[in-house]
């Protein structure tokens, strides 16, 4: 069998992953005060009708992202230049994001 050598920039890449850490970052989307929500509407009538008092109900999307990081601060840098660029629109929407280790949310 044969060997060949690994090239430096590749064993220099694989070290930079190995010593990456595993994070789950979670994005929480929600329309803006004032933005129509008919989904958060309907189900509140829905509500009422079963005999539940409420207020006021919003609907929100959340996102459970498992990424690959240096460490926490640029693992949320990553979620929330994911939200700005697709998961959210800033014209309508707000989002939350919050990253903690993936093995502390097993």
Do not use: W
Request: glycine share 2%; net charge negative.
């Amino acid at each position: 069998m044969r060997y060949r050598a690994v090239p430096k920039e590749l064993l220099t890449t694989l070290a930079q992953y190995s010593t990456m850490t595993a994070y789950t970052a979670t994005v929480t989307v929600r329309l803006k005060h004032g933005v129509l929500d008919p989904e958060a509407e309907t189900t509140k009538h829905a509500l009422e009708r079963l005999g539940f008092e409420l207020s006021a109900l919003r609907s929100t999307d959340r996102f459970e992202i498992d990424l690959e990081a240096d460490d926490v601060d640029e693992a949320a840098a990553r979620a929330d230049s994911m939200a700005e660029r697709l998961l959210a629109n800033p014209t309508i929407h707000d989002y939350e994001v919050s990253v903690q280790n993936a093995d502390e949310s097993a």
